[in-house]
């Protein structure tokens, strides 16, 4: 991951925004209280904060300390709390009813992606889900920048690989996990004048 991109990217944007279009439709269709849930690459908290404003309890995990801590001196409370780490080297001491990750794994290989199922895997506890939107190889960013592999390039200063829905659901059904809903569309990421195809999905153990 390219820590010292998402340094000078979260100084710049510190302050939460209003919650992600996935965060409203996990908490319309999938979540609810008192359901524990934890962020895998939180980032500025606007997911997490969300998540705990509707009564889940939320652990926000980030590699980009002063953010982190900055989080935790305005917002933790008894049911919000973020740590600093690498979301793809969690302990396995803990469990969840939800791991998300949202704009995440495309930040990191394929090896680190394989490591965070397998953590997911033993993470959940039953029934558990597991909420994940990462960019698809339709997105045009694909076709720029630097390119590393046919699904993976350096473009806007940092590191992106690009997912297949399908072979994204085969890697989620070798660890156990069924899938509720899939889909690649437009419309679930938009941001500014981009509005990328983006592969969506909700897994259960």
């Known amino acids: 991951m390219d820590q010292a991109y998402w340094n000078d990217y979260y100084e710049r944007n510190r302050l939460p925004a209003c919650p992600s279009l996935f965060a409203e439709f996990l908490m319309q269709s999938f979540l609810r209280p008192p359901m524990q849930i934890i962020e895998l690459g939180c980032g500025n908290g606007r997911d997490s904060i969300y998540f705990s404003q ?9 590699q980009v300390s002063e953010e982190v801590t900055f989080l935790n001196g305005k917002y933790s409370t008894n049911k919000l709390k973020f740590c600093m780490g690498d979301f793809t080297r969690l ?64 473009v806007d200063g940092h590191y992106r690989r690009y997912a297949e829905l399908s072979g994204l659901l085969a890697k989620l059904s070798e660890v156990g996990l069924a899938p509720l809903f899939s889909e690649e569309s437009t419309g679930f990421a938009p941001h500014g004048d981009e509005d990328p195809p983006v592969i969506r999905v909700v897994a259960q153990l």
């Open 54 to 62: 509707k009564g889940l309890t939320v652990l926000g995990v980030d």
């Open 91 to 154: 302990p396995s001491d803990e469990s969840y009813d939800c791991v998300y990750s949202r704009f995440t794994l495309h930040s990191v290989t394929d090896a680190d992606e394989d490591r965070v199922f397998n953590w997911v895997r033993h993470a959940l506890r039953e029934n558990g889900l597991f909420a994940l939107e990462v960019r698809s190889m339709s997105d045009p960013k694909r076709r720029q920048g630097t390119r590393v592999s046919p699904s993976e390039n350096i």
